[in-house]
């Protein structure tokens, strides 16, 4: 079967369909084959984007505090850019609960 002209995959659609797994049901029933399935490709294809089930993991937990807004710093006295920061970071935590055993487990400091 020939590929198609336009990639069914991107990073991105990866990200966003395992992150709706994992909010729907949580991280114990979050698998590759799984993600695939919802996709609507093999399980193969994506590894064409990431190298393992951690990897997208990590793509999602990124994906999550990216959400947290760190514009207040340098813009506002510390306390008030560290409470609005605090709440940024609870309402993208409590968008996505799914994520936190995960994120609690990784490292500490993430890209975003």
């Known amino acids: 079967m020939p590929r198609p002209r336009q990639a ?3 990073r991105q659609r990866i990200v966003d369909a395992a992150t709706a797994l994992i909010d729907a049901d949580g991280l114990e029933a979050f698998s590759t084959r799984r993600l695939a399935a919802e996709l609507g490709v093999r399980g193969p294809s994506l590894y064409n984007h990431f190298a393992t089930k951690d990897e997208i993991l990590d793509a999602v937990a990124d994906s999550v505090t990216a959400q947290v807004d760190v514009s207040f ?5 510390w306390r008030e850019a560290l409470r609005r920061w605090g ?6 935590l409590a968008a996505h609960p799914n994520i936190v055993p995960y994120l609690a487990r990784g490292p500490g400091r993430r890209p975003a």
């Open 87 to 92: 709440h940024s970071y609870r309402a993208a």
């Open 73 to 77: 710093f340098g813009r506002l006295d």
């Open 8 to 10: 069914l995959l991107s």
